[in-house]
C-alpha cells in the first residue's frame, strides 16, 4: 500500500460532500491539501477544523471552476512547493432540475455542463502539465451512475457524466507514457447536499429521495477513492462503481417503510 503523508492532495468543491470527507481522509492520512471551492466560509472553516485535529498543511482559497481564466490563474499562481500536486480529486459537480428535456429550464443545462464538464477541464488543463512534467500523479474523477445509464429526466445530467466517463478514459490514454493514474471513482446514491441542490432548496423533495433506503456517505466513498489512490505504483484502478445495498441501477431500488431522518 502506498503511503499518502506528506502528498499534494488538490479537491475541488472541498467544501461540502464527498469532498469534505475527501478532505478529512486524507488530511488523517498525513497528506498535504489543496482545498477550493465557491464557499470561502466554508473552506476557511474546514481547514481550520483540519488543521487543528491532524496537524497537516493546508491552502485553502474561493475558485469558481466554471471560470476558466480564474483557474489558470490559481494553479500558476500556487507557491512552488504546492505546485508539484500528487493527486488530482475532480469533485466539483452538481445537479438542477428534474424535468424533460423538452420543458427544462435551459439556465439549469448551462450551469451542469459549466460545472461538471468545463469545470473538470478547466482544472486538469492547467494541473495535469505539473504531473506531466515530474511524469508522476493521479487524477480521480467523481463520476455517477449515471454516467453508465441514463434515468427518467435526467437527461443533461447523465450527459455531462457520460462525458466524464468518456474524458476520463481519453485522459488515460493521453498521459499512458507520463506514470500518470486516471481513475473514475462513480457512486449511485449519496446523501449529501446533492438532491437540495437539485431541487433549489426544498429540503421535503430532497429528503424523499432517500425514503426507505439507507444511502451511501461521503464517508464511503472517500473510502473508496484512498483505496485508489494507495495502490502499489504499477497498478492503476480504472473505475470504481458503488452503490447502497439496495440499489441496483439507477432506476432499480428497494424501499423499504422507513425514512431518511
Same mark, same amino acid.
Given at each position: 500500500?502506498?503511503?499518502?503523508?506528506?502528498?499534494?492532495?488538490?479537491?475541488?468543491?472541498?467544501?461540502?460532500?464527498?469532498?469534505?470527507?475527501?478532505?478529512?481522509?486524507?488530511?488523517?492520512?498525513?497528506s498535504k491539501l489543496i482545498l477550493c471551492a465557491r464557499r470561502l466560509?466554508?473552506?476557511?472553516?474546514?481547514?481550520?477544523?483540519?488543521?487543528?485535529?491532524?496537524?497537516?498543511?493546508?491552502?485553502?482559497?474561493?475558485?469558481?471552476?466554471?471560470?476558466?481564466?480564474?483557474?489558470?490563474?490559481?494553479?500558476?499562481?500556487?507557491?512552488?512547493?504546492?505546485?508539484?500536486?500528487?493527486?488530482?480529486?475532480?469533485?466539483?459537480?452538481?445537479?438542477?432540475?428534474?424535468?424533460?428535456?423538452?420543458?427544462?429550464?435551459?439556465?439549469?443545462?448551462?450551469?451542469?455542463?459549466?460545472?461538471?464538464?468545463?469545470?473538470?477541464?478547466?482544472?486538469?488543463?492547467?494541473?495535469?502539465?505539473?504531473?506531466?512534467?515530474?511524469?508522476?500523479?493521479?487524477?480521480?474523477?467523481?463520476?455517477?451512475?449515471?454516467?453508465?445509464?441514463?434515468?427518467?429526466?435526467? *437527461?443533461?445530467?447523465?450527459? @455531462?457524466?457520460?462525458?466524464?466517463? &468518456?474524458? =476520463? #478514459?481519453?485522459? $488515460?490514454?493521453?498521459?499512458?507514457? /507520463?506514470d500518470i493514474k486516471v481513475t473514475s471513482v462513480d457512486p449511485g446514491?449519496?446523501?449529501?447536499?446533492?438532491?437540495?441542490?437539485?431541487f433549489s432548496g426544498d429540503e421535503s423533495r430532497a429528503k424523499k429521495?432517500?425514503?426507505?433506503?439507507?444511502?451511501?456517505?461521503?464517508?464511503?466513498?472517500?473510502?473508496?477513492?484512498?483505496?485508489?489512490?494507495?495502490?502499489?505504483?504499477?497498478?492503476?484502478? *480504472?473505475?470504481?462503481?458503488? @452503490?447502497?445495498?439496495?440499489?441496483? &441501477?439507477? =432506476? #432499480?431500488?428497494? $424501499?423499504?417503510?422507513?425514512?431518511? /431522518?
Amino acid at each position: 500500500m502506498a503511503s499518502l503523508k506528506n502528498k499534494i492532495v488538490l479537491i475541488t468543491g472541498a467544501s461540502s460532500g464527498i469532498g469534505m470527507a475527501c478532505a478529512e481522509a486524507f488530511a488523517r492520512k498525513g497528506s498535504k491539501l489543496i482545498l477550493c471551492a465557491r464557499r470561502l466560509e466554508r473552506l476557511t472553516e474546514l481547514r481550520t477544523r483540519l488543521v487543528k485535529k491532524f496537524k497537516v498543511e493546508i491552502l485553502a482559497f474561493q475558485l469558481d471552476v466554471r471560470n476558466r481564466a480564474a483557474v489558470k490563474k490559481a494553479v500558476e499562481n500556487l507557491p512552488n512547493k504546492w505546485k508539484q500536486v500528487d493527486i488530482l480529486i475532480n469533485n466539483a459537480g452538481l445537479a438542477r432540475g428534474l424535468s424533460k428535456l423538452h420543458e427544462a429550464d435551459t439556465k439549469h443545462w448551462e450551469e451542469m455542463i459549466d460545472t461538471n464538464l468545463k469545470g473538470l477541464l478547466n482544472v486538469t488543463r492547467y494541473v495535469l502539465p505539473l504531473m506531466v512534467a515530474k511524469s508522476s500523479g493521479h487524477i480521480v474523477n467523481i463520476g455517477s451512475t449515471a454516467g453508465h445509464e441514463v434515468y427518467p429526466m435526467g *437527461n443533461v445530467y447523465c450527459a @455531462t457524466k457520460f462525458a466524464v466517463k &468518456s474524458l =476520463t #478514459q481519453s485522459i $488515460r490514454l493521453d498521459v499512458l507514457d /507520463k506514470d500518470i493514474k486516471v481513475t473514475s471513482v462513480d457512486p449511485g446514491m449519496v446523501l449529501t447536499e446533492f438532491s437540495k441542490v437539485r431541487f433549489s432548496g426544498d429540503e421535503s423533495r430532497a429528503k424523499k429521495v432517500y425514503d426507505g433506503i439507507k444511502p451511501l456517505s461521503p464517508n464511503n466513498v472517500a473510502d473508496a477513492i484512498l483505496f485508489c489512490t494507495t495502490r502499489p505504483k504499477n497498478v492503476n484502478i *480504472n473505475e470504481i462503481i458503488l @452503490t447502497p445495498i439496495h440499489q441496483a &441501477s439507477s =432506476t #432499480q431500488i428497494y $424501499r423499504q417503510n422507513i425514512k431518511t /431522518k
